[in-house]
């Protein structure tokens, strides 16, 4: 067995198409709802982007990004990070950070000026270690539990 470090090293991030992200979203942010829960309204928009992070042929990781604004903020063109999940046994090694970074270029590259997200208290210093910052109060997401805003800008 290779050492895990090693094995985040030989980690390559690219577009997938959405079908791709239904299994890691279901085993890992939604195992207790239906398979169903796991396809997003938004998938299938020509301007979403869906990244996999793979080691070797194996899908190890899966983000999503859609034009969603964010509705308590002015201006608009915002993304939405939505469905981020690595495979269990894989997490804390650096595949989420590759994912953002490949996502947040791409933002970027397409000049949005905010990206923002929904996330579980359990993420939340995950998103700030990259510049996001919560926007108002913690919500509860039914079933999922409770979750907050955050944003990140590039305009700032
Ligand atoms: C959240 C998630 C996508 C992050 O991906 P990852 O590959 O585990 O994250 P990374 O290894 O790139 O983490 C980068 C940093 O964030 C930290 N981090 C990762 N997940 C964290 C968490 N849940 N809480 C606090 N810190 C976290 C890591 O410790 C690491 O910091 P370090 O380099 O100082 O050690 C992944 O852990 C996951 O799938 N979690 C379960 C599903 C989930 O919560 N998705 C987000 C829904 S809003």
Same mark, same amino acid.
């Given at each position: 067995m290779p050492d895990l470090s090693e094995l985040t090293q030989t980690i390559t991030v690219r577009p997938i198409a959405y079908?791709?992200?239904?299994d890691l979203r279901h085993r890992?942010?939604?195992?207790?709802?239906?398979?169903?829960?796991?396809?997003?309204? @938004?998938?299938? @928009?020509?301007?979403s982007l869906h990244l996999g992070a793979f080691q070797e042929c194996r899908l190890v990781g899966v983000i999503s990004m859609y034009q969603k604004?964010?509705?308590?903020?002015?201006?608009?063109y915002h993304y939405r990070i939505r469905g981020m999940a690595v495979e269990p046994e894989l997490q804390s090694k650096g595949i989420g950070t590759r994912m953002l970074q490949r996502g947040m270029q791409w933002l970027q590259e397409r000049e949005v000026p905010l990206v923002w997200c929904n996330v579980r208290l359990s993420a939340t210093a995950f998103y700030q270690k990259y510049g996001f910052t919560v926007l108002g109060p913690e919500f509860d997401l039914p079933p999922l539990g409770p979750h907050k805003v955050m944003v990140c800008s590039f305009t700032d």
């Open positions: 079908p791709q992200t239904y890992v942010l939604r195992a207790h709802q239906p398979k169903e829960a796991a396809e997003y309204l @938004e998938d299938h @928009e020509v301007d604004d964010q509705p308590d903020l002015d201006g608009g």
